[in-house]
């Protein structure tokens, strides 16, 4: 099981939008649906904001957006907010039906 | 509303046993799989394990000779323990609620656990 491959960071102005990848395998990414992406503030329990590779919780702002390509999955903050400002980590099911997460972004809104 | 929350010591020693206890309120403990997830220090988020209420239960491979989950439905309860652990155990530690495998939907509010030499 290694870790879910993400930038280690990534910025931008209010306004801006950003896009987060998540790079895995055919072993999980690849060949199921079945990504999620969580939003952790400091000192917070994570927040799911993503599930099924595009699927948004209600509630979940709608400036939030999921898409997959092959073995790498995105996550897209459109309109960027000063809140939005926080760490984004990705999560996929395995083969081994095992679940592996990423090694997280730190999203800074300048 | 669903709520999780975590108990258990703060302080465990090194080679010692770390165990912690999850409970559920605000919904069935029934049909889900319940996963421990631990986050050390600064660090990214870490699937440890699940158990489903048929009793299935999978772990992450590099913890997997040392964890063990468990399910008590009547209390509805799960629980984690964590053996020989070392200060490499030191983290939060988050129960939460999986639907099929696909998300984690509802979280606790983590615990930290640091493991003293």
């Known amino acids: 099981q290694s870790a879910l491959t993400q930038p280690a960071s990534v910025s931008a102005s209010p306004g801006q939008s950003i896009t987060i990848s998540c790079t895995g395998t055919s072993n999980n990414v690849g060949n199921y649906n079945l990504v999620s992406w969580y939003q952790q503030h400091p000192v917070k329990a994570p927040k799911l904001i993503i599930y099924e590779d595009t699927k948004r919780p209600s509630g979940v702002s709608n400036r939030f957006s999921g898409s997959k390509s092959g073995t790498t999955a995105s996550l897209t903050i459109s309109g960027l907010q000063a809140e939005d400002e926080a760490d984004y980590y990705c999560?996929?099911?395995?083969?081994?039906?095992?679940?592996?997460f990423g090694g997280g972004t730190k999203v800074t809104v300048l | 509303q669903v709520q999780l929350q975590e108990s258990g010591p703060g302080l465990v020693k090194a080679s010692e046993t770390l165990s912690l206890t999850c409970s559920v309120s605000?919904?069935?403990?029934?049909?889900?799989?319940w996963s421990w997830i631990r986050q050390p220090p600064g660090k990214a988020l870490e699937w440890i394990g699940y158990v489903h209420d048929a009793g299935s239960t999978k772990y992450n491979s590099s913890l997997y000779s040392r964890v063990t989950i468990s399910l008590d439905t009547s209390k509805k309860q799960f629980s984690l323990r964590l053996s020989s652990v070392t200060a490499a155990d030191t983290a939060v530690y988050y129960c939460?609620?999986?639907?099929?495998?696909?998300?984690?939907?509802?979280w606790g509010q983590g615990t930290l656990v640091t493991v003293s030499s």
């Open positions: 939460a609620r999986s639907r099929e495998l696909r998300d984690f939907d509802y």
């Open positions: 999560c996929s099911y395995e083969g081994s039906g095992t679940l592996v």
């Open positions: 605000g919904g069935s403990i029934s049909s889900y799989y």
